[in-house]
């Protein structure tokens, strides 16, 4: 059974960090770019980061460049997000999706998991 999982949310304080993982079961994540999306309450999905995968592509929304840094371990089946310097806008529940080699058609999801950034 093809499943992603999402951890490493929770609650911090802005200019705090956070490192997201998604987790894959049931297939072999070195042929699958992945991708990270969020949505915020009242608003929409948003993609945040992706990684392609022979790792020679990675892709950042810009409200994140610069702060938050994507990576991935094919050995432990397993994709980062590394969020740094985080803002009260980054709230949101952060998704990760699998899609065939390279950012695009993402097909299976994660249930997501939930950051709150609060003063």
């Known amino acids: 059974q093809v499943q992603l999982v999402e951890s490493g949310g929770g609650l911090v304080q802005p200019g705090g960090s956070l490192r997201l993982s998604c987790a894959a079961s049931?297939?072999?994540?070195?042929?699958?770019?992945i991708g990270w999306f969020r949505q915020a309450p009242g608003k929409e999905r948003e993609g945040v980061s992706c990684?392609?995968?022979?790792?020679?592509?990675?892709d950042y929304t810009d409200s994140v460049k610069d702060r938050f840094t994507i990576s991935r371990d094919n050995a432990k089946n397993t994709v980062y997000l590394q969020m740094n310097s985080l803002k009260p806008e980054d709230t949101a529940v952060y998704y990760c999706?699998?899609?065939?080699?390279?950012?695009?058609?993402?097909?299976?999801w994660g249930q997501g998991t939930q950051v709150t950034v609060f003063s």
């Open positions: 049931g297939f072999t994540l070195a042929y699958y770019a």
């Open positions: 990684i392609s995968s022979s790792y020679r592509r990675t």
């Open positions: 999706a699998a899609s065939w080699r390279e950012c695009g058609d993402f097909g299976s």
